[in-house]
């Protein structure tokens, strides 16, 4: 199979990305923007882009992103990774507390960008389960094209 047989693109055309052998993808109808998953994995990710008007610096878009969470990080807990197509991500892992359910959560979360198109990307499984999927799921990142906005 070609690298472009296994890619999956988001259904406003604003990314694609490689999607794991015996993983899954589909349009989320709730939230907008792509879920993916492996059924035998213990977490889900979550892809959503959006267009915008100008060509935003990823870092700062994922430390807004997280500010508005009430998540603060410091900046060498933020990676900056380079794209499959050149283009470039950042990225950030982290521990939460989900209040209803009284456990642990491991966070894995992403800002893509390109001229006129942001990208975010979280993913999430309970802590201490992370392993299970985390190459997996860089992988995916990492493999992610962004598409310049019109």
Known sequence: MSDDAARFTDPEGRFDFVLPP???AEPDAEQGGVEVWDDDGPGSLHLLGFATDEFADP???LYAFLEDRG???EEDEVEDLELADGGEMSLTEYAS???EEGESLFWMVG???APGTLVFA???CP???EERE???????LVSLRVREGE
């Open 127 to 129: 802590a201490g389960q």
């Open 97 to 99: 507390e989900d209040e």
């Open 134 to 140: 985390r190459e997996k799921v860089r992988g995916l």
């Open 71 to 73: 998540v603060e990080l």
């Open 59 to 61: 870092g700062e878009e």
């Open 22 to 24: 015996g993983w899954a």
């Open 111 to 113: 800002v893509a960008t």
């Open 122 to 124: 979280s993913y999430f």
